[in-house]
């Protein structure tokens, strides 16, 4: 699914399933809140906190796919109420980092 599908993907399933958009500050709140479930994911997959049952460290590496997934829903939302079109919006920002960073990473000592 290219970017742009997925935004058209989104778009009909709001609209449908959905039956509207919650509004922008809404969508960012729950970003948020999704963001928050990746970090604390992350952070018991592979940094220090410990999880606080077996159970859930048994499924945490397919909860962080589907953590990952409601975050990148959620941003689609958001992108297509306000506007943006993710593809090109990629591009750009690539571009920028490209122009940006080339020697900055390549210089890096820490990096190598």
Same mark, same amino acid.
């Not at 699914?1 to 959905?18: F, H, L, P, R, Y």
């Not at 943006?84 to 919006?89: N, R, T």
């Given at each position: 699914?290219?970017?742009?599908?997925?935004?058209?993907? @989104?778009?009909?399933?709001? *609209?449908? @399933?959905?039956?509207?958009?919650? *509004?922008?500050?809404? =969508? %960012?709140?729950?970003?948020? #809140?999704? @963001?928050?479930?990746? $970090?604390?994911?992350? $952070? +018991?997959?592979?940094?220090?906190?410990?999880?606080? %049952?077996?159970?859930?460290?048994?499924? !945490?590496?397919?909860?962080?796919?589907? #953590?990952? !997934?409601? @975050?990148?829903?959620?941003?689609?939302?958001? $992108? *297509?109420?306000?506007?943006?079109?993710?593809?090109? $919006?990629?591009?750009? =920002?690539? !571009?920028?980092?490209?122009? +940006?960073?080339?020697?900055?990473? !390549? =210089? *890096?000592?820490?990096?190598?």
């Amino acid at each position: 699914m290219t970017i742009k599908e997925a935004q058209e993907t @989104v778009d009909k399933w709001i *609209n449908s @399933v959905g039956i509207r958009y919650y *509004n922008e500050l809404t =969508n %960012t709140a729950i970003l948020t #809140e999704e @963001v928050g479930e990746v $970090a604390s994911l992350m $952070a +018991r997959l592979y940094g220090e906190q410990s999880f606080k %049952t077996k159970e859930k460290e048994s499924s !945490a590496r397919e909860d962080l796919g589907d #953590e990952m !997934a409601d @975050v990148l829903f959620v941003l689609i939302c958001l $992108a *297509n109420q306000t506007g943006v079109d993710l593809s090109e $919006a990629l591009i750009k =920002n690539l !571009a920028k980092k490209t122009k +940006r960073d080339t020697d900055r990473h !390549a =210089n *890096n000592k820490k990096l190598k």
